[in-house]
C-alpha cells in the first residue's frame, strides 16, 4: 500500500477503505509518512469531503492511535461534556460539583487554553495549590470518593490527533466538518466516559459562526458516538456575546461560586441547567428533563454542590477556603469601570473581540509557551437588550499594567454597539439533539 496512491484516490472523489485510514493514522503517528504526504491528503479531504463511514473510522483510527484511559475501575456511569469553546465560558467549573452532587460520576480530562482565554486547567489553578497532575489511580480514587476528578491530558491520548491538528492548522485544512468531528470524538473516545455531552457553541465568539454549520457539527458527533457505544447528546448554544458577565480567568472561577450559591447570571445558570439535565439522564440519575432540573436546582439550594466544589478543590491540592472565601482568588491592581459613551440599549457585542480583550490584559496565550495572568479580565455590567445611560458602568476592567488596561477598553468600547431601539437577541439555547 502506497501513500501516493491514497492521496490520489481521495483526490478524485474516491472512497477510503477501513485498513487505507488506518494505514496513512498509523504510519504518520509512528512518523512513516511525512507531513508533506499527509498535507497533500488532508487538503484532498477538505475539498472532496467524507462519508460518514470514512468519518467514523477516521476517528476510530485516532482514538486507538495511543493510549485509551480504563474508567472500568469507577463505578456508575461515567460522563463526560465537551465544550467547543467560547469566550466566559467557564461552564465546567459550576456543572461538574452540580452534577456530581446529584449521584452521577464525572472523570474528566482538560486542556489548557491557547487564544482568547485560559482553559478549565487554568481557571482551576486560580485556586491555590490547586494541580490536575494526577496519576490515573489517584484519578480513579478521587472520583470513586467524592464523583468527579480532572485531570490534565497525557501526550499519549490519540496522539495522531495531535500531530494532524499541528499540520491541519499551518496548512488551512482545519475548517472541515469530519476532520473537526473525527478531531474531537477521538479524544473523547480515547478518554473512556460512558456518555458524552457536547456543547456545540455558535454565534461570533465561537469557531462555528453559522447556527447550520454548529448544527451539522453536532449531528457528526452525535453520530460518531452512538456508532461508538456512547450515549452522545449534543446542546447548541449560543455564542453571540459572552457568557456571563465574566471574562478572565479567576474572575470566571468567582461567578461558578456565585452561581453554585444561587446568585450566577441568569444565562450561565441556563445552561448549566441544561447540560446538567442531560448528564443526569445519561448517567440515569433523572428519567425526564423536568426531573434533572428539578435535582440540580435542590443541590444549589442546599449547598450540597458548593459542598461539592470545595471537596474535589481540596482532593486535588487546592485551597477549598478560596469556594467559601473567593476573595482569596488572584485579584488585579487595577480595577477600572469604563463609562458609556451614550445612552441607548447594547444592540450587540462582538464576542470575539472581548476575548482579545481579555487577551491584551495576559489572560489568554498568544503561543504554548505564553504565561497567563489569573487575575486579570472584563466584568460585563451590561449585556445585550440592556439600557445604558451615557456615564455609567459599561464593563469593569481588570489589568496589572496602565497601558493593557486602556487598550482593552478602547477595543471593548468598539465592540459594543448602542443603539436607540432594544434589539430582539435570539435564545440562549438553540437546539438540543440526541
Do not use: W
Amino acid at each position: 500500500m502506497r501513500m501516493y496512491d491514497i492521496i490520489m484516490k481521495k483526490r478524485n472523489g474516491g472512497e477510503l477503505e477501513d485498513r487505507e485510514i488506518r494505514f496513512f493514522i498509523e504510519g504518520y503517528t509512528r512518523g512513516e509518512i511525512p507531513d508533506y504526504q499527509v498535507s497533500a491528503l488532508m487538503m484532498a479531504i477538505y475539498f472532496r469531503g467524507m462519508t460518514e463511514r470514512e468519518t467514523q473510522e477516521l476517528t476510530m483510527a485516532m482514538a486507538e492511535s495511543g493510549d485509551r484511559l480504563d474508567l472500568s475501575q469507577i463505578h456508575g456511569i461515567k460522563v463526560d461534556k465537551h465544550s467547543t469553546g467560547g469566550v466566559g465560558d467557564k461552564t465546567s467549573l459550576a456543572l461538574t460539583p452540580m452534577v456530581a452532587a446529584c449521584g452521577v460520576s464525572v472523570a474528566k480530562m482538560s486542556g489548557r487554553g491557547l487564544g482568547h482565554t485560559g482553559g478549565t486547567i487554568d481557571k482551576l489553578e486560580s485556586f491555590p495549590g490547586f494541580t490536575t497532575e494526577l496519576t490515573r489511580q489517584r484519578f480513579t480514587e478521587n472520583v470513586n470518593r467524592i464523583g468527579i476528578a480532572i485531570m490534565g491530558q497525557t501526550a499519549d491520548l490519540a496522539p495522531a490527533d495531535k500531530k494532524l491538528y499541528a499540520l491541519r492548522d499551518v496548512t488551512a485544512t482545519v475548517d472541515n466538518m469530519s476532520l473537526i468531528a473525527s478531531s474531537i470524538m477521538s479524544k473523547k473516545l480515547a478518554a473512556g466516559a460512558d456518555a458524552i455531552v457536547l456543547d456545540v457553541k455558535t454565534g461570533s465568539g465561537a469557531f462555528m459562526k453559522k447556527q447550520e454549520d454548529a448544527e451539522a457539527l453536532a449531528r457528526e458527533m452525535v453520530r460518531i458516538g452512538r456508532n461508538a457505544g456512547r450515549k452522545t447528546t449534543a446542546v447548541i448554544s449560543d455564542m453571540d456575546q459572552p457568557l456571563g458577565l465574566s471574562v478572565g480567568n479567576a474572575l470566571e472561577v468567582r461567578e461558578a461560586i456565585e452561581t453554585l450559591m444561587g446568585k450566577g447570571p441568569e444565562d450561565f445558570e441556563e445552561l448549566c441547567l441544561v447540560l446538567g439535565s442531560q448528564m443526569l439522564i445519561a448517567g440515569e440519575k433523572a428519567g425526564s428533563v423536568q426531573e434533572a432540573e428539578k435535582k440540580l436546582k435542590e443541590v444549589i439550594a442546599d449547598g450540597s454542590a458548593l459542598r461539592k466544589l470545595a471537596e474535589f478543590v481540596e482532593a486535588q491540592g487546592g485551597d477549598s477556603r478560596a469556594v467559601y472565601n473567593p476573595d482569596m482568588l488572584p485579584r488585579a491592581e487595577i480595577v477600572r469601570p469604563v463609562p458609556a459613551p451614550e445612552s441607548g440599549y447594547i444592540g450587540s457585542i462582538v464576542c470575539d473581540e472581548v476575548g482579545i480583550c481579555s487577551l491584551i490584559l495576559g489572560g489568554g496565550r498568544e503561543t504554548k509557551e505564553s504565561e497567563i495572568d489569573l487575575s486579570v479580565g472584563l466584568t460585563l455590567c451590561r449585556k445585550v437588550g440592556d439600557y445604558v445611560r451615557k456615564g455609567d458602568p459599561l464593563v469593569v476592567v481588570h489589568g496589572n499594567a496602565e497601558k493593557r488596561v486602556e487598550e482593552a477598553a478602547g477595543r471593548y468600547l468598539r465592540a459594543c454597539r448602542i443603539t436607540d431601539a432594544p434589539p430582539c437577541p435570539g435564545p440562549l439555547i438553540k437546539a438540543v439533539f440526541t
